[in-house]
């Protein structure tokens, strides 16, 4: 789970720095633009600092355009235009010596390359990562592929009159694609939470032959549904990561107000992962609250 954890979250840091750098490239193009306007010559120092800075920025630049973004887009011919010329102008200055007393063609000539390049770091860190998951699930192309049912309940007794039907049904879908592939695509949960120990005991016994029950689908206890929800999201993220198909999932709930509120919480801290991570992971939560529709 570490090693899952690690692979989804390890883009954000990458997410973060691309963040930064139109915050630097704002600060350098500040700097270079008011430091050239100045009435006075230069301190010792600032004119290699605006060196340092404008190479510095344009070497990100480079990096990003080339490493992160998308090679088939019409934009990054662009990108490696400016980056081109942006080597090629550093070197005109350096050789006129013109670094911190630029003239208006030098001063504008920055400013439409470094504006270009701190425009597109900007847009790269602010633009929408994915789309309302109902609008794709209705799509043609759209594959419903995965079904994790859990239900949870304070009564054994309950759980011994409802699950041979389940069972049932279950057992008709294993003999119709197999176990292995039946467990992919339906992933069934009991969570027990009945204080009476007698009756959990005989639940146990009645149905320990089970296929079910020997999969590990009863948990006497109660489920982690942040830790659930965080653990489906994670998978889903690394399928992305690894070149899958980018999925959507759909959390409907059942319950209580308060639990509602927790499953939200949680759903909302995806939502954040995801828009960190830049992956195009989508959920959607939809809770029927005892009548009341939310």
């Known amino acids: 789970m570490k090693e899952a954890a690690w692979k989804a979250f390890a883009p954000v840091y990458g997410v973060v720095l691309l963040c930064l750098l139109p915050v630097f490239g704002i600060l350098v193009n500040s700097l270079t633009l008011s430091w050239n306007g100045l009435s006075f010559k230069l301190y010792d ?46 070197w005109y200055w350096f050789e006129k010596h013109t670094w911190g007393n630029f003239e208006t063609d030098d001063q504008f000539v920055y400013l439409l390359l470094h504006g270009y390049m701190t425009s597109r770091l900007w847009y790269s860190s602010v633009k929408p990562r994915h789309q309302s998951a109902r609008s794709t699930v209705t799509g043609d192309r759209a594959i419903l592929d995965e079904l994790h049912f859990i239900w949870v309940t304070r ?47 005989q639940l146990r016994r009645e149905l320990s032959g089970s296929s079910l029950f020997k999969s590990g689908c009863f948990h006497f ?62 959920m959607d939560f939809v809770s029927e609250n005892y009548g009341d529709f939310r």
């Open 45 to 90: 120092g600032m004119t290699e600092a605006l060196q340092a800075g404008t190479i510095a920025f344009q070497v990100m630049f480079a990096i990003v355009a080339t490493g992160f973004w998308d090679c088939n887009s019409l934009l990054v011919n662009v990108d490696l235009t400016m980056v081109v010329l942006s080597v090629f102008v550093d």
């Open 221 to 282: 206890e109660r489920p982690n549904f942040p830790q659930i929800i965080e653990d489906h999201a994670i998978d889903r993220i690394n399928d992305e990561i690894e070149g899958k198909q980018t999925s959507y999932s759909l959390l409907a709930f059942c319950g209580s107000t308060h639990l509602s509120s927790v499953i939200s919480e949680a759903k909302i801290g995806v939502d954040v992962l995801t828009a960190m991570v830049g992956q195009e992971f989508h």
């Open 155 to 201: 009564s054994a007794t309950n759980v011994l009159q409802i699950v041979p039907d389940l069972m049932d049904q279950y057992d008709r879908l294993v003999a119709a694609w197999g176990r292995k592939n039946a467990s992919k695509v339906c992933k069934i949960s009991f969570y027990i939470t009945d204080k009476d120990k007698e009756s959990c005991s």
